[in-house]
């Protein structure tokens, strides 16, 4: 472009130029370099420094060229939404086109149709494609009449009537260039020609017809509260009109309205009446990957997984069939199955999040977590910081012990969400790692004071302050963690527990005693009530009483194994009522999912590791 311009000015400033040759030499050339330059800045968007050089073109150019340099003008105008001015220049390019130049007239009727919609003008529109159906039979223009109507809010027989015209435009080509030869004629010939330019065009064509006409469906069918019936009707009137090239796509369709009403037998029913090896491969890999979807959700995994492999068949091509399978191969711990077919999906289209967040997770499981990093930082320079791929880079310096670079992403999330408790959770244990307490403690404190729910918060809380010397301030939190999680003793242990550290004897034992009464399979409780009572000089027979439950209750349970290197024995010891441990939330994968505000509280769930006070618990408190 700038060197365009300065051969421009040079040849300008050249002195030896006579009228003659000026006139059939260098004004042709120059005028020429100026429809290049203004076509440049077009294609790069200056559309000001366009509109520059068309006016100046227009000033230059003969008569015949006029026209041609008003219809660009115009075209600018609304490409810079300027749409009055563009309708005058459209109108103007009307009255003076000639008759016979009917391809730019109706280049100006659609331009001045779209102007008319765009200003919300949508009666005068519909004339214009009126006008342009009357010169030809343009899958564009009958699409954009029976939008107009349906905008201007007409009658249904009108809106009907305007897609049974759209669906029933025939399509003068044939799907395959097969199609149009003689049966004799070779495999090698048929595949040559299907790489044909003219083949391509037609296809495009029929592609294009087949969207009009689904988006036209789309439409009508939601006209009335019942979809399911207009999408019937559509379907129906695309069978009187022998375009069964386009049934398959409507039922999909019409499958898609069933799912969004939850009726998934019906969805079942519509999917499974196409899952044929006549479909056509494309339409084909689509329903099975509906169905591969719809039972992996209903928990059908093995059906799931045999849809996914023939959607996959199907069309090896298609993105979310690479997907399906590698989330199924993913579920089924198949990690280095499932990145193959994530790197498929890559290979498809390197931009898509999903394969490459996919991949990074695949790659995590794996353990190589240097190559899940790259793919996450990755992410991140395209999608600069996503909460989900930012708890992803956390979680892999988690796991690669660098816990400052993790607290640094976290603290990244924290700035985009600044009341996500579960962060904050995540944040005041990293910062307890690092051996910053007072960062640790604010940040428990806040997520407490967000979400006072989480049972793990509370516990760090109590134990910090039982850790220093403020047992009053812990008391609080642990009844706190007693009333949510009522169904085990250790929350009630541990608030008996801090009452005897500040004193409050006679408190503690009451509650020693309302726990036992509570549990009365729990050795830890007796353990310290015989100890209490002990102490204090209680009567014998109240010590004899507690000692002899504690002993038939530990020779009913079983012996545990010696103690081993790190000081743990090796059974745990575990109240008779207790619960098993629940899951924490998970994604889809069945691995812990990336930060998502719905699924904090799954994660701050009220399930504990060990309902039991452990060794640590009964040395800190005893």
Same mark, same amino acid.
């Given at each position: 472009?700038?060197?365009?311009?300065?051969?421009?000015?040079?040849?300008?400033?050249?002195?030896?130029?006579?009228?003659?040759?000026?006139?059939?030499?260098?004004?042709?050339?120059?005028?020429?370099?100026?429809?290049?330059?203004?076509?440049?800045?077009?294609?790069?968007?200056?559309?000001?420094?366009?509109?520059?050089?068309?006016?100046?073109?227009?000033?230059?150019?003969?008569?015949?060229?006029?026209?041609?340099?008003?219809?660009?003008?115009?075209?600018?105008?609304?490409?810079?939404?300027?749409?009055?001015?563009?309708?005058?220049?459209?109108?103007?390019?009307?009255?003076?086109?000639?008759?016979?130049?009917?391809?730019?007239?109706?280049?100006?009727?659609?331009?001045?149709?779209?102007?008319?919609?765009?200003?919300?003008?949508?009666?005068?529109?519909?004339?214009?494609?009126?006008?342009?159906?009357?010169?030809?039979?343009?899958?564009?223009?009958?699409?954009?009449?029976?939008?107009?109507?349906?905008?201007?809010?007409?009658?249904?027989?009108?809106?009907?009537?305007?897609?049974?015209?759209?669906?029933?435009?025939?399509?003068?080509?044939?799907?395959?260039?097969?199609?149009?030869?003689?049966?004799?004629?070779?495999?090698?010939?048929?595949?040559?020609?299907?790489?044909?330019?003219?083949?391509?065009?037609?296809?495009?064509?029929?592609?294009?017809?087949?969207?009009?006409?689904?988006?036209?469906?789309?439409?009508?069918?939601?006209?009335?509260?019942?979809?399911?019936?207009?999408?019937?009707?559509?379907?129906?009137?695309?069978?009187?009109?022998?375009?069964?090239?386009?049934?398959?796509?409507?039922?999909?369709?019409?499958?898609?309205?069933?799912?969004?009403?939850?009726?998934?037998?019906?969805?079942?029913?519509?999917?499974?009446?196409?899952?044929?090896?006549?479909?056509?491969?494309?339409?084909?890999?689509?329903?099975?990957?509906?169905?591969?979807?719809?039972?992996?959700?209903?928990?059908?995994?093995?059906?799931?997984?045999?849809?996914?492999?023939?959607?996959?068949?199907?069309?090896?091509?298609?993105?979310?069939?690479?997907?399906?399978? $590698?989330? &199924?191969?993913? #579920?089924?711990?198949?990690?280095? +199955? /499932? *990145?193959? @077919?994530?790197? !498929?999906?890559?290979?498809?289209?390197?931009?898509?999040?999903?394969?490459?967040?996919?991949?990074?997770?695949?790659?995590?499981?794996?353990?190589?977590?240097?190559?899940?990093?790259?793919?996450?930082?990755?992410?991140?320079?395209?999608?600069?910081?996503?909460?989900?791929?930012?708890?992803?880079?956390?979680?892999?310096?988690?796991?690669?012990?660098?816990?400052?670079?993790?607290?640094?992403?976290?603290?990244?999330?924290?700035?985009?969400?600044?009341?996500?408790?579960?962060?904050?959770?995540?944040? $005041?244990? &990293?910062?307890? #790692?690092?051996?910053?307490?007072? +960062? /640790? *403690?604010? @940040?428990?404190? !806040?997520?407490?004071?967000?979400?006072?729910?989480?049972?793990?918060?509370?516990?760090?809380?109590?134990?910090?302050?039982?850790?220093?010397?403020?047992?009053?301030?812990?008391?609080?939190?642990?009844?706190?963690?007693?009333?949510?999680?009522?169904?085990?003793?250790?929350?009630?242990?541990?608030?008996?527990?801090?009452?005897?550290?500040?004193?409050?004897?006679?408190?503690?034992?009451?509650?020693?005693?309302?726990?036992?009464?509570?549990?009365?399979?729990?050795?830890?409780?007796?353990?310290?009530?015989?100890?209490?009572?002990?102490?204090?000089?209680?009567?014998? +027979?109240?010590?004899?009483?507690?000692?002899?439950?504690?002993?038939?209750?530990?020779?009913?349970?079983?012996?545990?194994?010696?103690?081993?290197?790190?000081?743990?024995?090796?059974?745990?010891?575990?109240?008779?009522?207790?619960?098993?441990?629940?899951?924490?939330?998970?994604?889809?994968?069945?691995?812990?999912?990336?930060?998502?505000?719905?699924?904090?509280?799954?994660?701050?769930?009220?399930?504990?590791?060990?309902?039991?006070?452990?060794?640590?618990?009964?040395?800190?408190?005893?």
């Amino acid at each position: 472009m700038k060197q365009s311009e300065k051969m421009r000015r040079k040849l300008h400033e050249i002195p030896d130029w006579n009228p003659a040759e000026r006139k059939s030499h260098l004004d042709p050339l120059l005028l020429k370099m100026s429809w290049y330059n203004a076509e440049v800045l077009v294609a790069s968007h200056r559309l000001d420094d366009a509109m520059k050089v068309y006016v100046e073109l227009r000033n230059t150019v003969g008569p015949d060229e006029q026209l041609s340099v008003l219809m660009r003008i115009a075209l600018l105008h609304r490409r810079r939404k300027e749409y009055e001015q563009a309708l005058k220049l459209l109108h103007k390019l009307l009255d003076d086109l000639p008759t016979d130049q009917s391809h730019d007239r109706l280049v100006v009727l659609r331009e001045a149709a779209a102007c008319h919609a765009l200003t919300g003008r949508w009666d005068t529109a519909y004339k214009y494609c009126q006008m342009i159906l009357q010169d030809t039979d343009g899958p564009e223009a009958a699409f954009n009449s029976l939008v107009c109507l349906v905008a201007l809010k007409s009658d249904s027989k009108r809106i009907e009537s305007a897609f049974v015209k759209l669906v029933s435009l025939k399509a003068d080509f044939s799907a395959t260039p097969g199609d149009r030869m003689d049966p004799g004629v070779s495999e090698e010939y048929k595949e040559m020609i299907s790489h044909d330019s003219l083949f391509m065009w037609e296809k495009q064509r029929k592609q294009k017809l087949e969207l009009y006409i689904l988006n036209a469906a789309q439409l009508v069918a939601n006209l009335d509260s019942d979809a399911i019936s207009g999408y019937e009707w559509c379907i129906e009137q695309a069978k009187n009109a022998g375009r069964t090239d386009i049934l398959s796509a409507l039922e999909i369709a019409k499958a898609n309205t069933y799912l969004k009403a939850e009726n998934f037998a019906k969805t079942l029913e519509v999917l499974m009446s196409h899952d044929t090896d006549e479909e056509e491969p494309n339409l084909r890999a689509q329903s099975c990957g509906m169905l591969a979807f719809l039972n992996f959700h209903l928990g059908n995994f093995k059906l799931s997984k045999e849809n996914a492999d023939k959607a996959y068949e199907a069309n090896k091509l298609s993105l979310q069939a690479c997907l399906n399978k $590698g989330c &199924l191969e993913y #579920k089924e711990d198949n990690f280095s +199955a /499932a *990145l193959q @077919y994530f790197q !498929e999906a890559l290979i498809l289209n390197s931009a898509d999040f999903r394969a490459s967040y996919y991949a990074g997770m695949t790659l995590k499981a794996l353990g190589n977590y240097q190559d899940a990093l790259t793919v996450f930082m990755k992410l991140n320079s395209v999608h600069l910081n996503r909460p989900t791929v930012l708890y992803q880079i956390s979680q892999i310096y988690q796991l690669m012990e660098e816990p400052a670079e993790a607290f640094a992403q976290l603290e990244k999330i924290y700035t985009l969400h600044p009341r996500e408790p579960f962060i904050l959770r995540q944040l $005041g244990e &990293l910062a307890d #790692k690092l051996g910053d307490k007072g +960062a /640790a *403690l604010w @940040y428990y404190n !806040e997520s407490h004071r967000i979400f006072p729910l989480n049972v793990d918060v509370l516990n760090w809380l109590g134990r910090f302050f039982v850790a220093s010397q403020f047992p009053e301030k812990a008391i609080t939190y642990f009844e706190q963690a007693s009333k949510i999680d009522d169904s085990v003793p250790k929350w009630p242990l541990l608030a008996a527990g801090a009452m005897r550290r500040a004193g409050h004897l006679t408190d503690a034992y009451n509650k020693y005693v309302d726990i036992h009464t509570a549990f009365p399979d729990d050795p830890d409780c007796l353990k310290v009530l015989v100890r209490i009572c002990q102490e204090t000089h209680a009567p014998a +027979a109240e010590i004899a009483k507690y000692q002899q439950e504690l002993d038939l209750l530990l020779r009913m349970r079983p012996r545990e194994v010696p103690a081993t290197a790190g000081g743990r024995s090796q059974l745990q010891p575990q109240s008779l009522g207790a619960r098993p441990p629940t899951a924490a939330g998970k994604n889809a994968f069945g691995q812990q999912s990336g930060f998502s505000p719905v699924l904090s509280a799954a994660r701050s769930g009220l399930s504990t590791a060990n309902f039991n006070l452990d060794a640590e618990d009964l040395e800190e408190f005893s």
